[in-house]
C-alpha cells in the first residue's frame, strides 16, 4: 500500500533533549511538508521540501531542523531550543508540491515534554 | 493579505440533515481550495478540490463543496449528515505570493452529528 508512515506514535522527551521525528512516503512524491498541530490553532508549517538536497523554512521554523537526502524520507528533528514543543507533529506530502496538488498525511507524532 | 477564515469552530446538526461548513478566503490570484477532514488523534484526509471549471466540487464521502466567487466562498456541504461525519474539518488555499508553495490554513470546524 501507498502511503506515509510517521514514527513513532508517542515521544516523550526530557527538557533539554533534541528528539527525531521519523516521517516516510512511498507515494514518489517530489514535497514534503511537516505541521505542528496546537489545539485552536490549525496547522502552522514548520518545514517544507519541495526536492531532495532542498528545503525551505515555514512560519514556525525557530528550534526546529530537518534534511531532504532521500526523496522518500524527510526527518524533523526538535531541538532544546524549541521552548514549547509538547505539540501533535503531522508530516505530509504532495506530488510536485504546486499549487493546486493536495497534500496526503500521515498518522501523525504526539509530543510530549516532561 | 491572504487568509482563510472558518466562521464557526462548532457545527452541530442531526443524522440525516443537511450540513453546511463554511469558508471564506482572501487571495490576491487565482483560488485554489481545499477542503480536509481530520479524526481525533489522527492525519488528515483529503476531501476534495476546487482548481477551476464548474463550481460544484464533488469529493469523497458524498461531500459536496460550492465555490463563489463574489463572495468569496467554498463552503462545504453533504445532503444527509452521518453520525460518523463527526469530525474536525479544514479549509485551505494555496498560497499566492510569490514562489511560495504551500497552503494556507483554516483554524478548523467541529462538527457533531447526533444521532
Known amino acids: 500500500d501507498g502511503g506515509i508512515t510517521q514514527s513513532p506514535k508517542y515521544l516523550f522527551r526530557k527538557e533539554g533533549q533534541n528528539v527525531t521525528l521519523s516521517c516516510e512516503q512511498n507515494?514518489?512524491?517530489?514535497?514534503m511538508y511537516w505541521y505542528r498541530q496546537d489545539p485552536g490553532q490549525g496547522l502552522r508549517l514548520i518545514y517544507y521540501?519541495?526536492?531532495?538536497?532542498?528545503?525551505q523554512k515555514g512560519d514556525i521554523a525557530e528550534g526546529y531542523s530537518v534534511s531532504r537526502e532521500k526523496k522518500e524520507s524527510f526527518p524533523l528533528t526538535v531541538t532544546s531550543a524549541q521552548k514549547n514543543p509538547t505539540a501533535f507533529y503531522l508530516c505530509?506530502?504532495?506530488?510536485?508540491?504546486?499549487?493546486?496538488?493536495?497534500?496526503?498525511f500521515g498518522p501523525g507524532t504526539r509530543l510530549t515534554v516532561l | 493579505a491572504q487568509s482563510v477564515a472558518q466562521p464557526e469552530d462548532q457545527v452541530n446538526v442531526a443524522e440525516g440533515n443537511p450540513l453546511t461548513v463554511k469558508c471564506t478566503y482572501s487571495?490576491?490570484?487565482?483560488?485554489?481550495l481545499f477542503w480536509y477532514v481530520q479524526y481525533p488523534n489522527r492525519g488528515l484526509q483529503f476531501l476534495l478540490k476546487?482548481?477551476?471549471?464548474d463550481n460544484l466540487v464533488k469529493g469523497s464521502y458524498g461531500f459536496e463543496a460550492e465555490f463563489n466567487k463574489s463572495q468569496t466562498s467554498f463552503h462545504l456541504k453533504k445532503p444527509s449528515a452521518l453520525v460518523s461525519d463527526s469530525a474536525l474539518y479544514f479549509c485551505?488555499?494555496?498560497?499566492?505570493?510569490?514562489?511560495?508553495?504551500?497552503?494556507?490554513w483554516g483554524l478548523g470546524t467541529s462538527l457533531a452529528v447526533n444521532p
Open positions: 521540501s519541495q526536492i531532495v538536497n532542498d528545503f
Open positions: 485551505a488555499v494555496s498560497d499566492q505570493a510569490g514562489n511560495n508553495r504551500k497552503l494556507i
Open positions: 487571495v490576491s490570484g487565482n483560488p485554489y
Open positions: 476546487y482548481i477551476t471549471g
Open positions: 507515494l514518489n512524491h517530489d514535497a
Open positions: 505530509a506530502s504532495s506530488r510536485s508540491g504546486g499549487r493546486f496538488d493536495e497534500q496526503f
